[in-house]
């Protein structure tokens, strides 16, 4: 039956069907790599191999001055940070990054970080640690306990665990720690139970900051029992062509207290005419503690005025003032600082603790490391226009400063600090004949997505093209697996 | 003779064939960018088809 159905057609006919056949499942199959049906796909990328490498997906590493693809067969990152993106047909919720790479940091280069991209109008990437060698050491040399995927180590063994810890720094009575948990503990990508109280409290005054200042900044303000009222002025120079939106964001322990937007309808980009806004925050009867005002600004909008309630108003990690006339001076509680000085007109001598540091040079960044011993360092700049940035907090006047922030193991922190207790979210990469391999989760679900694509970060702090060293990270692979809705919960739900 | 009339006639199919592969192909790029580029370069789709339909008008 089917013999003679078969010997019916004719050899045209039964060829057509045979390659109308091929077609349909080529296009079935390429469709069925755009919806992903099951939720679940994985792209990964050799960076050794000829062909079949999966570019198509991973693309390669920029900016290209930062990569070095001629010394190795792989990449080698030579300079901080690097970025690159990963196509995806749909949207996925998680994204499990795993790296292949060899370590070629010296130890003033402890930190591997990967991160993605979360937010394009103040580029901030969500970060996860690849390498601490920081950790690493004490994870060797101080008494370790690894619990609910958290690591705790201790310098002497006061604890048989992280909960029996925990309950005691939420009494704020720690072993060993008679002047207060912030100055026997430090953490890394862990937020602890832990709430902050300021030990020197006085009334607080209303204070005007009319020093102006350029693109995204953050701030902690210290409230009790006090209202919260912040005018702000912003100015829209109107140098760039793109739209720039005002979003400020008040939040507490990292939940949304309130948030404030004004949209940009960008009538004159790229003009040169400047547009003034204003924003007003006022909050009663917020509970005593820390708030953190995120200030969302592309650098074409400068913060032209802060009029504050409260005194207790500490920048954190950044300042960038700009058209401000005559010296400046600020104060920061780091004992090292960043600059970067984008206009010839503003390299300088800056004081810095008491010591002069020379900033000589236009887009690149200076480490500057002060050996005062003050907790308090004052910073005088002759000019402005300047990125000044650190791991601890800024602030127009020394009453101002506060950081509620615990102490980081990061590139700068020292096992001679006072740290007896360390608690950190962190799984130290297994090693191999040399090639390490670590693993790190992304929620996607807030992740920027332009064009299908998601912009990923690997981050070595402190490590510059310019500082003649040979030290790099010598990249071999990278895996990414996908994790999202398979698509009978799209239909369904 | 009837050989080579199969093989003529299988040499213009798969020409034809690469042609819509083409054409579908560009369709689902317009309409899905990366669809298919993000596997593989449509240019050797386009060099195959090429050559199909230049050997098919040869063997014509």
Redesign the interface.
């Known amino acids: 039956m089917i013999k003679s159905f078969w010997l019916k057609w004719s050899?045209?006919f039964k060829?057509?069907l045979f390659?109308g056949l091929?077609?349909f499942i080529?296009?079935v199959l390429?469709l069925y790599?755009?919806i992903v049906p099951f939720g679940r796909i994985t792209y990964s990328r050799d960076y050794t191999a000829k062909f079949n490498s999966g570019k198509?997906?991973i693309y390669s590493f920029t900016p290209a001055e930062r990569v070095d693809l001629k010394s190795s067969d792989a990449p080698l990152m030579i300079g901080d940070p690097i970025y690159f993106s990963l196509?995806t047909?749909r949207t996925f919720d998680k994204a499990k990054m795993t790296i292949v790479y060899r370590d070629n940091l010296s130890l003033n280069k402890p930190l591997v970080e990967a991160g993605v991209l979360v937010d394009n109008t103040i580029w901030r990437y969500d970060l996860k640690p690849i390498d601490n060698k920081g950790l690493d050491y004490l994870m060797l040399t101080w008494h370790k306990i690894e619990e609910n995927g958290h690591l705790f180590l201790q310098k002497n063994d006061n604890y048989s665990s992280l909960a029996e810890w925990e309950k005691d720094l939420a009494r704020g009575e720690l072993k060993g720690c008679e002047s207060g948990p912030e100055n026997c503990l430090a953490v890394y990508n862990y937020n602890p139970p832990y709430n902050y109280q300021m030990s020197n409290y006085r009334t607080a005054v209303p204070i005007v900051l009319d020093k102006p200042l350029r693109g995204a900044h953050q701030f902690y303000v210290y409230l009790k029992n006090e209202v919260l009222r912040l005018d702000m002025s912003f100015v829209d120079l109107n140098q760039g062509l793109k739209p720039a939106p005002i979003e400020i964001i008040l939040s507490k322990d990292n939940k949304t207290i309130t948030t404030r937007r004004v949209d940009d309808a960008n009538l004159s980009p790229g003009s040169g005419l400047i547009e003034e806004k204003q924003i007003l925050i006022e909050e009663k009867n917020l509970a005593a503690g820390v708030y953190k005002v995120e200030i969302k600004i592309s650098d074409d909008v400068v913060i032209k005025k802060i009029i504050s309630s409260v005194d207790r108003l500490a920048f954190i990690n950044k300042v960038w003032p700009v058209s401000s006339n005559g010296e400046l001076t600020l104060y920061t509680d780091a004992d090292y600082l960043q600059v970067k000085a984008l206009n010839p007109a503003s390299l300088q001598d800056i004081s810095f603790g008491g010591q002069e540091f020379n900033l000589n040079e236009t887009y690149r960044q200076f480490d500057f490391k002060t050996s005062a011993i003050e907790q308090i360092k004052k910073i005088k700049l002759k000019k402005d226009d300047v990125i000044l940035e650190n791991n601890g907090v800024f602030a127009w006047a020394p009453n101002s400063l506060f950081n509620p922030s615990l102490p980081k193991v990061d590139r700068f922190f020292s096992v001679k600090t006072a740290a007896k207790y360390i608690v950190a979210d962190y799984k130290k990469p297994s090693e191999e004949e040399g090639f390490k391999t670590a693993t790190v989760e992304f929620d996607l679900k807030g992740a920027y997505r332009e064009?299908?694509k998601y912009s990923f970060m690997i981050s070595v702090p402190g490590l510059k093209i310019e500082d003649s060293t040979k030290d790099n990270l010598e990249i071999y692979e990278i895996k990414i697996e996908l994790r999202g809705r398979t698509l009978w919960q799209k239909i369904w739900q | 003779m009837a050989k080579d009339l199969a093989i003529n006639t299988s040499i213009r199919e798969i020409f034809y064939f690469l042609s819509i592969l083409l054409f579908v192909f560009i369709v689902l790029e317009i309409i899905w960018p990366n669809i298919i580029l993000a596997y593989f370069n449509l240019n050797y789709l386009f060099l195959l088809c090429f050559l199909g339909g230049l050997i098919s008008l040869i063997k014509k």
Do not use: Q
Request: glycine content about 12%.
């Open positions: 050899f045209l060829f057509r390659l091929i077609l080529i296009v390429f790599l755009k198509g997906f196509f047909p064009k299908g």
